[in-house]
């Protein structure tokens, strides 16, 4: 709370200690290149991208998850869409004091409360008894850091309106960040928040990335817990053409949700290979939610048709080391004895081990243990 905001009412309020929590088991993502505006969210368009965006990352990272967005966005996607087990739906303002979700594995955050300057000015008036010099349009512009970044953020000339607008917006989505109770959270059940908006807070961000719509296998991944290698057998079960997913594939750099699942052991995901019936087919890869996807013969054969094989795997094919999911044409250091894996699924292209260099490429997830890959296999920039 801003004691500033009270003292008009309590002028002898008085901070006696001003406690930080320690939230060593929490980890921050922030997507700062789109607001997620109400505005922006108003679209049939943009309320199924940000779905199937949230829903992909819920899938492959398994667990159970909350979504926190604007209520009239809140009512569109539950309009629109059905909404597994695995995910509750909140919106600002609705979740202050709430424990309901203090056991989550992750939540989003999206978006945020953002009353115009007038609604700011009426009640920073209201509260100290001065008149507020009203703006003409939107608010300034400073420039903040989220992470390692600088961006825009909105703000009021006058201390006092700034502090009413800074109450209201970001005290918020603070309010959302502390729903998964990080405060409380162990190495056996640590907690993932991912921020979607260009507002600064003041809680500590791991990484501030550019926020991208899904990809064609991130909405099949979403709508049917589902990822095929073959582009035309992704293409069939989505509803759209080969060269829609192979377009989406060939410009796609990091963030696959089909890779990262499967490799950090989410138990909800399960691999196999296949092969349709006819002659020129031959072994393809798929992964599934079992959570979705409940018998996957079934669903191949209803999707696809008849199977002349299909053979599940039984354990992991890999030992691979665990990290936070990398971003699209972002690369984290890569930590001595390791290299990058990048391409499709299970098919993995070198890097030529020298040091600390990483080269990303095409579906970047995570750091595979290094191997004596041959040289002429490497990449480089």
């Not at 199924?48 to 009512?75: H, M, S, T, Y």
């Not at 080269?359 to 890959?373: D, E, G, I, Q």
């Amino acid at each position: 709370m801003d004691l500033a905001l009270v003292e008009p009412w309590l002028p002898r309020i008085d901070l006696i200690a001003d406690v930080k929590a320690e939230t060593t088991h929490q980890t921050v993502r922030q997507y700062y290149s789109r607001s997620f505006s109400l505005t922006s969210l108003k679209t049939d368009a943009a309320i199924d991208k940000l779905w199937w965006w949230c829903l992909a990352e819920a899938r492959w990272k398994g667990g159970v998850w909350l979504l926190i967005v604007q209520k009239d966005a809140e009512e569109s996607i539950k309009a629109r869409h059905t909404i597994p087990n695995f995910i509750s739906i909140a919106h600002h303002n609705g979740i202050t004091g709430r424990d309901d979700w203090k056991d989550v594995t992750g939540a989003f955050i999206v978006g945020r409360i953002a009353p115009p300057p007038k609604t700011v000015e009426t009640i920073s008036g209201s509260i100290s008894g001065q008149r507020v010099e009203p703006l003409n349009g939107w608010y300034l512009k400073r420039n903040v850091r989220i992470g390692n970044v600088t961006v825009d953020a909105d703000a009021h000339p006058d201390a006092f309106a700034e502090r009413v607008r800074h109450a209201i917006c970001e005290d918020q989505v603070v309010q959302g960040t502390g729903r998964p109770r990080a405060v409380n959270r162990t190495a056996d059940n640590p907690v993932e928040l991912v921020i979607l908006g260009n507002l600064p807070l003041d809680i500590d961000v791991d990484q501030a990335l550019e926020w991208y719509p899904p990809s064609k296998d991130e909405e099949l991944w979403a709508n049917y817990g589902v990822w095929a290698e073959s582009a035309g057998d992704a293409a069939k079960i989505l509803g759209v053409s080969r060269g829609a997913v192979k377009m989406s594939r060939d410009r796609e750099v990091g963030n696959i949700p089909y890779i990262g699942p499967y490799i950090e052991n989410v138990t909800n995901l399960c691999l196999a290979t296949y092969q349709l019936r006819g002659p020129g087919r031959r072994k393809q890869h798929v992964v599934w939610d079992t959570r979705t996807i409940s018998n996957v013969e079934r669903f191949l054969t209803a999707g696809l048709g008849e199977l002349a094989s299909l053979d599940i795997e039984q354990t992991k094919s890999f030992e691979i080391k665990s990290m936070p999911p990398l971003n699209r044409l972002f690369a984290a250091p890569v930590p001595v004895g390791y290299r990058l894996g990048s391409a499709y699924l299970f098919q993995i292209s070198g890097f030529e081990l020298k040091g600390q260099i990483a080269v990303p490429a095409r579906f970047v997830r995570a750091f595979y243990p290094a191997t004596n890959y041959p040289a002429a296999m490497a990449s480089a920039p």
